[in-house]
């Protein structure tokens, strides 16, 4: 059974960094994209980065390009968002999602990952 826990969010100032860790267990890590996505109230998921299963190719969403990113440690079975330079518009909730399917990088719809339970984010200006 495959697990994702996220870790890190809190409370944080405008120009503040923080850092989010994620944890998979149940698969072989090292077969499976990772990726970061978050939520506001009202809005629907959106996606933020995704590194694929080697770590040798990240993707961004144009908001967060050259503020945050994305690294993950096979070893450890762990995935990390470096955050920097957040913005009030960054805060949300924030999941951790690993594909469905080994060594496939594209991006998917909510059906195609596994999802941890979310940590929030929060930047106050």
């Known amino acids: 059974q495959v697990h994702v826990v996220e870790s890190g969010g809190g409370s944080v100032q405008t120009g503040d960094s923080l850092r989010l860790s994620c944890v998979a267990s149940?698969?072989?890590?090292?077969?499976?994209?990772m990726a970061w996505f978050r939520q506001v109230p009202g809005k629907e998921r959106e996606f933020v980065a995704r590194i694929s299963w080697s770590g040798g190719t990240t993707v961004y969403a144009n908001s967060v390009k050259g503020r945050f990113t994305i690294s993950r440690d096979n070893a450890k079975s762990s995935m990390y968002l470096q955050m920097n330079s957040l913005k009030p518009e960054d805060t949300a909730v924030y999941y951790c999602?690993?594909?469905?399917?080994?060594?496939?990088?594209?991006?998917?719809?909510?059906?195609?990952?596994?999802w941890g339970q979310g940590t929030q984010v929060t930047v106050s200006s």
């Open positions: 999602a690993q594909d469905m399917r080994p060594h496939d990088l594209g991006l998917k719809g909510e059906w195609g990952y596994y």
């Open positions: 149940g698969r072989t890590f090292s077969s499976y994209t």
